[in-house]
């Protein structure tokens, strides 16, 4: 499955974005997808995945109550809404899918997901927040 992602720009702090994660071939059906972003001198840390088998979408600790992600497997897409930006937030954002159903590990609504447990990757889109 190719992966793409869209959906960045340049918002001043307390706005909001809507990212998507669109499969451009294949299908992203039973698959779980998440949402991974890097800002400049960082390592790629994970933000939220949501389930290929029931849907469940799990979070990083740093973005609760803030990103909801959601899916639309008719239009194979995956969307990560980010509302009240913060200058924090500042990255390349890319969706990732690890081929599997499930997003692991998690505790509750938590995700704690790495990097290379995922084999399939999508351009990246760029968020920028700053006054």
């Given amino acids: 499955v190719q992966l793409q992602a869209s959906g960045g720009g340049s918002v001043q702090p307390g706005g909001t974005l809507r990212l998507s994660c669109a499969a451009s071939r294949g299908t992203l059906d039973n698959y779980a997808i998440a949402w991974f972003r890097q800002a400049p001198g960082k390592e790629r840390e994970g933000v939220s995945c949501i389930s290929g088998s029931d849907g469940g979408s799990y979070y990083a600790e740093a973005v609760k109550g803030r990103f909801t992600i959601s899916r639309d497997n008719a239009k194979k ?3 990560l809404q980010i509302n009240n930006l913060r200058p924090d937030d500042t990255a390349v954002y890319y969706c990732a899918t690890r081929l599997r159903p499930v997003c692991a590990p998690t505790f509750g609504s938590s995700w704690y ?3 290379s447990d995922f084999p399939s990757w999508g351009q ?5 927040v700053s006054s």
């Fill in 113 to 115: 997901g790495r990097s």
């Fill in 77 to 79: 897409t995956v969307f």
């Fill in 124 to 128: 990246g889109t760029q968020v920028t």
